[in-house]
């Protein structure tokens, strides 16, 4: 048997349109919102109009709106009268204006459109105030409709009988045709002869064009003077989707139609393909009832027929009694919603029901079937297990000879695989199917989008580049299944990490782009990379292994770096490449510059503010051992914060902010004291004598009250002072040399010890260090991280060590990372030695647990 064509329809995969009912007008309304005053006078009104590339202006008086004036009302204005353009909106003006609330659904809005004429509406949030407006062309851009307009040819919007205005018409005459034919541009035909093309020949003139004229107060004269040339058109058996692409590219609103022979044959707008695809919609689903109807009416000819085609049908049939008691059911309903015949028979059809619709749609769907004897839709129903699905339902009365109510017939078919398919369909396009984020297309999209945004507000945006680190390496050594776990879970991290309006897309492999919206600066950029790091950091675990994956982000701002979405990409990939090269697992901005700033107000500052009363600051503790003997003999405070957001922030990011904002004076202190304090403690366990080294940073260190301030707090914390070693760089000591040595003096005063810190990546010469009363040297670990393959290290740390030596100093090596290092510092003479080698930073009890028995 021939299945109707009904079922063809719905079972293909070509339903003429989705509504996208989950977009609603609040997404996609524009906020450039035009208003004046109702004195305005029109010329002005157009000029602003024009200038500001909208096609209305709202009337705005005490706040209310009184009225709206549209490039449509521009037609009827009088070119042939120069006081037309004097009059006050308010004379000429539409009214009331309509207006629909934000959360509209598009597909609602869609209906509106056509059902009411009008093209623009008033949006406004459930406070009532205004938002914007929407127009149909925002509605067309953004329906979830590609695959819709990739079916469709120009053809089937081609309604022929094209009207040119000769190239002498006036201006009046072209305003009056539009107006008239309800059109919202004219074709004007400047002859064969005149050019070569067919588009050529052609000219255009809009209603906003007649808008700018209003504004410039254009006198009356012909139409050949105005009209754009060449007009843009495309051929009739172009797709849709590629008159949208079009339309948007050229910021047109019109297209000429080229027909088979050649000719110009219809003019074609945005207005054109939103009606076209509501009509398709229509059209379909018309077409579908009459096939079944058909089968029905025939089906009743023959009862016998009538039970095949029911029994046989793929589509659930259902009737019921006026009561809305269940008769009878096909085979096909008990496949579809579970239930065997015996179990629904006599029952009411609310047993099927999801509650998902409200008594409300109910109401409406009893009255139109009292009224017009049918009715169709799409409902959510429940299976036997529990399933909600949705079904395209369509509902006939049935009366018998005498026009009496019988019964009801309830004919469905499952849709969701339908819905799925498009769900499908659309996701493919613009999602990457193992993330499920957004991929690059949808991407593009949406910069251009937020570009345009950010240029009407005149507010920032930030495009982040984010490359995992090395991650080809785990693919390959772990395998492309762990490999996709890991991007799963990255993405998801990512998508957390962000706010609701920001864009996070998978560009493909490990490459992830993100567009931060409505930044107030390039800082506020900074700081969400610096969450994405950080929250990209935390281990992942997959099949019990421990993952750990940095990554680099680089960053572009619009405007500040570029303009256009292809360079801002470009540059943030630029960036990225640059967080590579400094050592990976961090970011980088595009402008240089800007990382320098971002870093010093990454609205850190504020938090560093909090840090110390709140209690975010921590002292880690690191060993220094004897270089030969490897016995415990000082450790070195090492400072860090604890972040509520960011996590553990390392001293090296926030020690130059604070010393900028002063407040390393406070920190400072809180660490010498809290580390004598922990001395203290150790003290008093009777263990073996520990030296304490703590960092001091150039501004503490010139601090009037600095050395007074160290006094105090050996006396309250009753620190032996020789216990107690200061470790300052070398550059501390180069600036005002006469003013440092005296400082130095003082604090030799107290009794402590002095050390260089970082030493050889200061400008200093060693002959210096014969003026500073210091006792000891700290070679950088850059000297030292290359001493056992690099013979050029080698000899600089040997020539360190014998030349401290000389001066009396004790030599320190820090990061001593392997034996083979230590090895090598034992060779040379080294007094002590700190590094991972011996232990990393530990807490305060880590440390004492791991060196406080002596040894
Ligand atoms: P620094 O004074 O040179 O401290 C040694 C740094 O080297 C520490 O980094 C330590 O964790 C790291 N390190 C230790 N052993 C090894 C190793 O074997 N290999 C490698 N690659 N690194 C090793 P950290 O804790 O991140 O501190 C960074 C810098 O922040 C310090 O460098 C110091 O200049 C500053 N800082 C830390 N705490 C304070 C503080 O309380 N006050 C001041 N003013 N500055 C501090
Ligand atoms: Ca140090
Ligand atoms: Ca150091």
């Given at each position: ?21 989950d ?14 005053a ?21 009337v705005v ?13 521009a ?17 000429v ?55 819709y ?10 309604k022929?009988?094209?009207h040119a205005?000769?190239p ?5 005459e ?43 107060r ?28 079009l ?18 044959c ?8 939103l ?26 000819r ?7 085609v ?10 019921t ?7 009878s ?18 029952r ?30 799409e ?6 297990s ?6 395209l ?45 957004p ?16 240029a ?13 680190d ?29 706010r ?46 421990e ?15 570029s303009l ?12 990225m ?12 901005l595009?402008e ?40 415990l ?23 130059p ?32 004598p ?14 009037e009250g600095f ?9 309250d ?29 003082q ?13 050889g990546?200061?400008?200093s ?6 003026r ?8 950088d ?33 820090e ?10 510092l034992?060779?040379q ?27």
């Amino acid at each position: 048997m021939n299945r109707p064509e009904f079922l063809n329809v719905l079972d293909g995969d070509a339903l003429p349109f989705a509504p996208a009912d989950d977009v609603c007008v609040g997404e996609i309304v524009s906020p450039a919102l035009l208003e004046c005053a109702p004195g305005l006078a029109l010329h002005e009104a157009a000029r602003r109009m024009s200038e500001r590339g909208v096609s209305s202006i709202l009337v705005v008086e005490d706040d209310a709106v009184v009225g709206i004036w549209t490039e449509r009302d521009a037609l009827a204005v009088n070119f042939a009268d120069p006081a037309a353009f004097m009059l006050p909106v308010r004379a000429v003006m539409s009214t009331p204006v309509r207006t629909v609330p934000m959360s509209t659904r598009l597909h609602e809005l869609t209906l509106r459109f056509r059902e009411e004429h009008l093209r623009h509406y008033l949006v406004v949030d459930a406070e009532g105030r205004r938002v914007g407006i929407v127009s149909q062309s925002d509605v067309v851009l953004n329906q979830g409709i590609e695959h819709y307009l990739k079916l469709r040819k120009v053809d089937s919007l081609v309604k022929g009988g094209l009207h040119a205005l000769a190239p002498q018409a006036g201006l009046g005459e072209a305003a009056r045709r539009m107006r008239e034919g309800g059109l919202d541009a004219v074709v004007v035909d400047f002859g064969r002869a005149e050019a070569a093309s067919a588009a050529g020949r052609y000219g255009i003139l809009t209603e906003r064009d007649i808008t700018r004229l209003v504004a410039s107060r254009a006198a009356e004269r012909a139409v050949s003077e105005l009209a754009k040339r060449p007009l843009i058109a495309c051929k009739e058996d172009d797709s849709l989707y590629r008159v949208r692409a079009l339309l948007a590219e050229r910021h047109i609103r019109h297209v000429g139609v080229i027909g088979g022979d050649g000719e110009l044959c219809d003019l074609i707008s945005f207005k054109d393909i939103l009606s076209g695809m509501e009509l398709a919609y229509v059209h379909e689903l018309q077409h579908a009832l009459r096939e079944r109807d058909l089968a029905l009416s025939s089906s009743q000819r023959s009862l016998y027929l009538a039970e095949k085609v029911i029994e046989s049908s793929l589509e659930g049939v259902m009737v019921t009694d006026t009561e809305a008691r269940i008769v009878s059911v096909n085979p096909a309903f008990s496949h579809l919603t579970g239930y065997r015949a015996d179990e629904v028979i006599g029952r009411n059809p609310s047993l099927l029901s999801s509650g998902r619709q409200s008594p409300e749609f109910y109401a409406r769907m009893w009255a139109e079937l009292s009224e017009t004897g049918q009715w169709q839709g799409e409902v959510w129903n429940r299976r036997k297990s529990g399933e909600v699905y949705p079904q395209l339902l369509h509902i006939t009365a049935i009366r018998d000879r005498d026009g009496q109510l019988t019964h009801y017939a309830a004919l469905f078919t499952d849709i969701s695989r339908l819905k799925e398919n498009e769900a499908r369909i659309r996701d493919l396009a613009y999602y990457d199917p193992l993330t499920g984020l957004p991929n690059r297309r949808l991407l593009e999209d949406r910069l251009q989008v937020e570009l345009a945004h950010a240029a009407r507000m005149r507010s920032r945006l930030a495009v982040m580049f984010v490359d995992l680190d090395r991650f080809k390496r785990i693919n390959d050594s772990l395998g492309h299944e762990v490999g996709d776990r890991l991007l799963v879970e990255i993405a998801s991290r990512l998508r957390a990490s962000l706010r609701e309006d920001d864009t996070v897309a998978r560009m493909g492999g490990d490459e992830f782009l993100v567009i931060l919206s409505n930044l107030q600066g390039p800082d506020e950029a900074a700081v969400t990379a610096r969450r994405l790091v950080s929250a990209l950091r935390r281990p992942v675990v997959i099949e019990g292994r421990e993952l750990v994956v940095t990554t680099s982000v680089g960053i572009s701002i619009y405007p500040d770096d570029s303009l256009d979405a292809q360079t801002l990409i470009k540059n943030a990939d630029i960036a990225m490449y640059r967080a590579k090269d400094e050592g990976r697992n961090s970011f980088q901005l595009y402008e240089p510059a800007m990382n320098a700033r971002s870093l010093e107000h990454l609205a850190l500052e504020t938090a560093l503010h909090r840090a110390l009363p709140r209690s975010e600051l921590q002292l880690y503790f690191q060993p220094l051992v004897e270089a030969g003997a490897g016995s415990l003999v000082a450790a070195e405070a090492l400072l860090r914060w604890q972040h509520p957001d960011l996590g553990l922030v390392s001293p090296a990011d926030f020690i130059p902010l604070a010393e900028e904002t002063g407040l390393i004076v406070p920190i400072g202190e809180w660490v010498l004291r809290s580390a004598c304090e922990y001395h203290c403690s150790w003290r008093e366990t009777g263990r073996p004598p520990l030296r304490m080294m703590v960092n001091i940073s150039a501004r503490q260190f010139r601090d009037e009250g600095f050395v007074a301030m160290v006094g105090s707090v050996l006396a309250d914390t009753g620190m032996p002072p020789e216990s107690l070693t200061l470790e300052l760089t070398e550059s501390m000591l180069m600036e005002g040399t006469d003013r440092a040595i005296a400082r130095l003096e003082q604090l030799r005063a107290l009794g402590v010890g002095l050390a260089i810190d970082d030493f050889g990546t200061g400008y200093s010469s060693l002959a210096y260090l014969k003026r500073f009363p210091i006792d000891e040297l700290k070679i950088d670990r850059l000297f030292v991280r290359g001493i056992d393959r690099n013979p050029r290290d080698a000899a600089l740390v040997a020539a360190i060590v014998s030349l401290g030596h000389s001066l009396g100093l004790r030599v320190v090596a820090e990061g001593v990372e392997t034996r083979a290092h230590l090895e090598v510092l034992r060779g040379q003479g080294c007094d002590l030695a700190q590094g991972f080698h011996f232990s990393r930073p530990l807490p305060w009890t880590a440390f004492v647990a791991a060196f406080g028995a002596g040894d």
